[in-house]
């Protein structure tokens, strides 16, 4: 697990900090580390286990057969809590953003965020977390999964100095992330414990936490920030609900399709 995040880590920060360096907005190199977890997993996966190994692993990026409602929770959950999070403000005097549509100019969009947020999960949630969780129980290893999901992005900060952040906007950048990794974490265990292993339903939840925003107009950057502290806010809020309703840290594994994870 050690050298799994090592060099998911390490070949990663070798292209990002590069690229945020030099600001290029070479659209390869920006999203060219976003596949090195999966690649990384397989291949450690093929050293320990050989080629049974790595279908295993991949079998849980097209698992699809499950319950209509994890997919509802995968994708509509995060699009709904966006949604909340844009309407709060307004009886206070904030206006709420004008759609941006643009129709089937976003699909192309959508299917590549597809693609690249499976090259995180069947790392992070696909390899990692299952053995963590053997370790470590479930509620340990999805903090350690999310802590670990938001160190691997932290060269991107990097990139909101440079834009011209204070020291304390970017300390306030990396708090609000850390939140909502961890948030996230937790939430995405739940979807992938109950699923059978999907990860293929966690990469949707990964892609559905954005996707809102891609079909709005939001000019106002005091309100995308009022916005993203409210988005953390209720995140944090599901993330304890599904502790305390499903009993995450004593029974969610227990209750969880087991898998059998090679190595």
């Not at 409602?69 to 999070?85: K, S």
């Amino acid at each position: 697990m050690t050298t799994f995040y090592i060099l998911a880590f390490a070949l990663a920060w070798c292209i990002k900090i590069p690229v945020v360096l030099s600001n290029t907005n070479n659209f390869a190199l920006r999203l060219l580390p976003s596949f090195l977890p999966a690649l990384t997993a397989l291949v450690i996966t093929a050293i320990i286990a050989g080629p049974r190994g790595v279908g295993e692993l991949l079998k849980q990026a097209g698992r699809w057969r499950v319950s209509p409602v994890w997919y509802l929770v995968a994708l509509i959950g995060p699009m709904l809590l966006n949604l909340l999070a844009l309407i709060l403000p307004i009886p206070f005097g904030w206006t709420f953003p004008s759609f941006a549509f643009v129709g089937i100019l976003l699909l192309p969009k959508i299917v590549v965020g597809t693609f690249f947020s499976l090259g995180e999960e069947l790392g992070w949630r696909g390899f990692a977390l299952p053995r963590l969780q053997s370790y470590y129980g479930t509620l340990t290893a999805s903090l350690l999964v999310g802590l670990l999901w938001w160190g691997w992005h932290l060269p991107e900060v990097m990139a909101a100095a440079q834009a011209g952040l204070t020291w304390q906007q970017s300390a306030g950048l990396l708090g609000r992330d850390l939140v909502l990794d961890l948030a996230a974490s937790i939430l995405m265990t739940w979807i992938y414990n109950r699923s059978g292993h999907s990860v293929l339903l966690t990469t949707l939840f990964h892609l559905s936490i954005g996707l809102l925003g891609q079909f709005l107009a939001i000019p106002n950057p005091p309100y995308v920030s009022l916005v993203s502290v409210l988005l953390n806010v209720l995140l944090c809020l599901a993330a304890i609900a599904v502790l305390v309703l499903t009993r995450l840290t004593s029974s969610i594994t227990k209750k969880a399709v087991t898998t059998e994870v090679p190595g």
